[in-house]
């Protein structure tokens, strides 16, 4: 079912994709509305859903990481065994 979204959850989602560590404050200043009504419109969206969770992103050149690699692995058979035996080979 298509969540009903009005524009001030969409400001919200939005801002919150910008920068998911601003404080609720903050966010409901950005939104145009006050902290308590913003704060359990981020609960019902995070309930219903939508915000699946926050995370942090690294800079892999600061930690040491200079290259950054992609694979495509490809398995013959998806059988539980072979499943296994792939996990413990990676």
């Given at each position: 079912m298509k969540a009903r979204l009005d524009?001030?959850?969409?400001?919200i989602l939005k801002e919150l994709q910008e920068d998911g560590r601003m404080t609720n404050v903050e966010l409901?200043?950005?939104?145009g509305i006050?902290?308590?009504?913003?704060?359990?419109?981020?609960?019902?969206?995070?309930?219903?859903?939508?915000?699946?969770?926050?995370?942090t992103l690294l800079d892999e050149?600061?930690?040491?990481?200079?290259v950054t690699a992609f694979a495509m692995v490809g398995l013959h058979s998806q059988t539980e065994a072979d499943l296994i035996a792939f996990?413990?080979?990676?």
């Open positions: 524009a001030i959850d969409w400001q409901a200043r950005r939104v006050s902290a308590p009504p913003c704060l359990r419109r981020v609960r019902a969206l995070e309930e219903a859903g939508l915000i699946l969770g926050y995370r050149k600061q930690l040491g990481y200079d996990e413990q080979t990676v």
